[in-house]
């Protein structure tokens, strides 16, 4: 019916950006962002989401995907982790093991011109290149030699088991980290806080250089990926079933959101598709587009909902932004608005040393 929807709600009126008098903070830009346009509205929109996540009951996982812990990302991970703020981890191989290069021996990332950079000169000189930075090669491969390979001929000699679900291999990579010195790392992290890390591209990384390498990499157990689906899933369907929900943010998108997403169309196949278990709340921050393929999943607002994954009308956030720019003024607008010593205290999804 013409004239059903009012579009003079004044808390609808959109704002013009000024610069604040005084002792501005990111808390304050935010909130004035949220009430502005494109993607400055978007950004406020997601940090206003992620807030009600942490101050809300619901499982909150983070899928954590493209080059982000070359980029410098990793200690705002951590961060999360540390103040309660992530319950599950979902990430690629790579920023589970190169956050561990700027905690070896002293090992440097170095910023460099794109657009202006000759990659032959780099490979002789003995650099590897993510875009704009760069890694001394041997460093990197001592990654894989000194760190991953290391780690798998210790398990080797330890696991019973023929098998190992991904999430109990990087717990136990999380202590071994822990144990000599890897404090800071995304995993030593995970393991201390009982973070359940997810990777179904495991070798695509420091870890698979690192299997390949491993002298004893014949007698390790074999990681099970299916297992991780189904101990994924429990986690999803405890969260679901019990009225806590379960909420999700994506730092890009690729496998990690993908595997976030598909266990809420599993929990609901799991009794019986009467009705579907979707998100409670979903944020995306990419630069990705649906029509060119890239946008796993496709945007959390649209055919997202098709799968039962998120529901029509929630709290649905889809920022286009880059990540570096979106994550670092969201994490300190949190900071500044729940203060240093908060933290979010909530029940484990499980004990990770019981899992097998």
């Given at each position: 019916?013409?004239?059903?929807?009012?579009?003079?709600?004044?808390?609808?009126?959109?704002?013009?950006?000024?610069?604040?008098?005084?002792?501005?903070?990111?808390?304050?830009?935010?909130?004035?962002?949220?009430?502005?346009?494109?993607?400055?509205?978007?950004?406020g929109?997601?940090?206003?989401?992620?807030?009600?996540?942490?101050?809300?009951?619901?499982?909150?996982?983070?899928?954590?995907?493209?080059s982000?812990?070359?980029?410098?990302?990793?200690?705002?991970?951590?961060?999360?982790?540390?103040?309660?703020?992530?319950?599950?981890?979902?990430?690629?191989?790579?920023?589970?093991?190169?956050?561990?290069l700027?905690?070896?021996?002293?090992?440097?990332?170095?910023?460099?011109?794109?657009?202006?950079?000759?990659?032959?000169?780099?490979?002789?000189?003995?650099?590897?290149?993510?875009?704009?930075?760069?890694?001394?090669?041997?460093?990197?491969?001592?990654?894989?030699?000194?760190?991953?390979?290391?780690?798998?001929?210790?398990?080797?000699?330890?696991?019973?088991?023929?098998?190992?679900?991904?999430?109990?291999?990087?717990?136990?990579?999380?202590?071994?980290l822990?144990?000599?010195?890897?404090?800071?790392?995304?995993?030593?992290?995970?393991?201390?806080?009982?973070?359940?890390?997810?990777?179904?591209?495991?070798?695509?990384?420091?870890?698979?250089?690192g299997?390949?390498?491993?002298?004893?990499?014949?007698?390790?157990?074999?990681?099970?990926?299916?297992?991780?689906?189904?101990?994924?899933?429990?986690?999803?369907?405890?969260?679901?079933?019990?009225?806590?929900?379960?909420?999700?943010?994506?730092?890009?998108?690729?496998?990690?959101?993908?595997?976030?997403?598909?266990?809420?169309?599993?929990?609901?196949?799991?009794?019986?598709?009467?009705?579907?278990?979707?998100?409670?709340?979903?944020?995306?921050?990419?630069?990705?587009?649906?029509?060119?393929g890239?946008?796993?999943?496709?945007?959390l607002?649209?055919?997202?909902?098709?799968?039962?994954?998120?529901?029509?009308?929630?709290?649905?956030?889809?920022?286009?932004?880059d990540?570096?720019?979106?994550?670092?003024?969201?994490?300190?607008?949190?900071?500044?608005?729940?203060?240093?010593?908060?933290?979010?205290?909530?029940?484990?999804?499980?004990?990770?040393?019981?899992?097998?």
């Open positions: 019916m013409p004239g059903k929807r009012r579009y003079d709600d004044p808390s609808l009126v959109r704002e013009p950006m000024t610069v604040a008098d005084g002792d501005p903070s990111v808390l304050a830009m935010l909130s004035k962002m949220r009430r502005s346009a494109f993607q400055g509205r978007q950004l929109q997601a940090f206003e989401v992620w807030k009600r996540m942490i101050e809300g009951p619901s499982l909150v996982c983070l899928g954590y995907a493209a982000l812990s070359s980029a410098g990302m990793w200690p705002l991970v951590t961060w999360l982790m540390e103040r309660g703020y992530i319950d599950v981890l979902a990430s690629t191989s790579a920023n589970i093991t190169e956050d561990l700027e905690q070896l021996d002293g090992t440097r990332v170095y910023r460099v011109d794109a657009d202006d950079v000759d990659d032959a000169d780099l490979w002789t000189a003995g650099y590897y290149r993510f875009y704009d930075h760069i890694v001394s090669k041997e460093k990197y491969d001592q990654l894989e030699t000194r760190v991953t390979s290391a780690f798998i001929n210790e398990l080797a000699e330890r696991w019973r088991k023929p098998t190992i679900p991904t999430v109990r291999f990087l717990h136990e990579f999380g202590l071994w822990e144990g000599r010195g890897f404090t800071r790392s995304i995993l030593a992290t995970a393991a201390r806080c009982q973070v359940p890390v997810f990777c179904c591209g495991l070798p695509d990384g420091p870890l698979g250089e299997y390949d390498k491993a002298a004893k990499a014949d007698q390790a157990p074999v990681v099970d990926f299916f297992r991780d689906y189904r101990i994924a899933t429990d986690i999803m369907d405890g969260a679901m079933t019990s009225g806590r929900g379960t909420s999700v943010v994506f730092l890009g998108g690729g496998v990690p959101k993908d595997f976030l997403q598909i266990t809420a169309t599993s929990v609901s196949s799991r009794h019986g598709n009467e009705d579907p278990r979707p998100h409670v709340a979903a944020i995306q921050i990419t630069t990705d587009n649906t029509i060119y890239g946008l796993g999943g496709a945007a607002a649209t055919e997202c909902i098709s799968w039962g994954k998120e529901a029509k009308g929630g709290d649905n956030v889809m920022c286009f932004a990540v570096t720019i979106a994550l670092p003024l969201i994490c300190q607008g949190l900071a500044e608005h729940f203060g240093p010593a908060h933290r979010r205290l909530h029940p484990k999804p499980l004990n990770l040393s019981e899992v097998y």
